[in-house]
């Protein structure tokens, strides 16, 4: 049975402070998460941060970029394992075990492979690479959140380099900060998205009936980049919502706010009135639409 958080999920708002300060942060969240929520369900909120531990990954091995600390992984985790000479035996999915392997064995394969100076997926960028085992081992997640969640991400993420490709965009660094710049033109995985995207030539790549979003992101295709990011995480937002609107106070609804706290927070950085519009829609949606369950 699955557990409950009511009294985390009742008490957030209150880290809503003011107008000029907010300790109602991603980082702030999961420290909280930490004190209360343990295995399996702890894994499932952290498999939010296993993007960011990607993106530290590649930019130490790259030796460029900041490094992130939302992540699940200190630095000092990726710079020991990045050291290591480990290979990995016995490929078990991550999250198939009430304790997650660390580094994730997505993650153990691809450095066995970088380590060998071997490609697992010819002709892809290394975080391509890496982004594709990701995506392969979420979705054998034994949460239906996270397998639900990052596949409806692979997809997006799809469609949009697929739009890109068709439109052979040249000013493609004005892209946000936190976008994959080096997979903007890549299709990530071998599914029936994935297929259908390679392969069709109509406007909506043959998708728009299996997937209601489609047709707000191709729209969003035709606009501006600014306007398209701003589209693409008010699509992120609503999916997540939709996901989790039944779930109350389940860890799938903890991992949705989590998720969402990073969308404020990327906006907080790329435009602040916009950041602190979807931060106070957060709070809005907590106490207005969380309502307590019978019996609690």
């Excluded at 909280?32 to 530290?56: K, Q």
């Excluded at 469609?159 to 976008?179: D, P, S």
């Amino acid at each position: 049975m699955a557990r409950q958080y009511e009294f985390l999920i009742a008490g957030l708002p209150d880290l809503h402070l003011d107008e000029n300060k907010s300790a109602f942060t991603f980082k702030a969240f999961m420290a909280e998460i930490a004190e209360c929520v343990e295995e399996p369900d702890a894994s499932v909120a952290d498999a939010m941060r296993l993007p960011i531990d990607n993106r530290n990954l590649i930019n130490l091995l790259e030796e460029k970029g900041d490094f992130d600390d939302n992540g699940s992984l200190s630095r000092e985790e990726l710079d020991e394992f990045i050291k290591s000479p480990g290979t990995v035996q016995n490929f078990i999915p991550n999250f198939s075990l009430n304790i997650p392997d660390r580094p994730p064995k997505y993650m153990q394969k691809f450095m066995v492979a970088h380590r060998e100076n071997r490609q697992l997926f010819p002709g892809l960028t290394p975080y391509d690479q890496l982004t594709w085992l990701f995506y392969e081992e979420m979705a054998e997640s034994k949460n239906e959140f996270i397998r639900d969640w990052y596949e409806f991400d692979q997809n997006l993420r799809n469609v949009m380099a697929a739009i890109n490709i068709r439109k052979g965009l040249t000013h493609i660094e004005a892209i946000g900060t936190e976008r994959d710049r080096p997979g903007v033109f890549t299709i990530i995985g071998r599914s029936d998205v994935a297929e259908a995207l390679l392969k069709s030539a109509t406007p909506d790549f043959g998708l728009m009936g299996g997937h209601p979003w489609m047709e707000k992101v191709i729209a969003l295709g035709r606009g501006s980049l600014t306007d398209m990011e701003k589209g693409l995480d008010d699509i992120r937002w609503e999916m997540l919502s939709d996901m989790t609107i039944d779930k109350y106070f389940d860890i799938e609804m903890i991992a949705s706010v989590a998720q969402k706290l990073l969308i404020v927070e990327r906006w907080m950085r790329l435009d602040p009135v916009a950041g602190r519009e979807k931060l106070d829609k957060l709070v809005e949606e907590m106490m207005g639409s969380f309502v307590m369950p019978a019996g609690f």
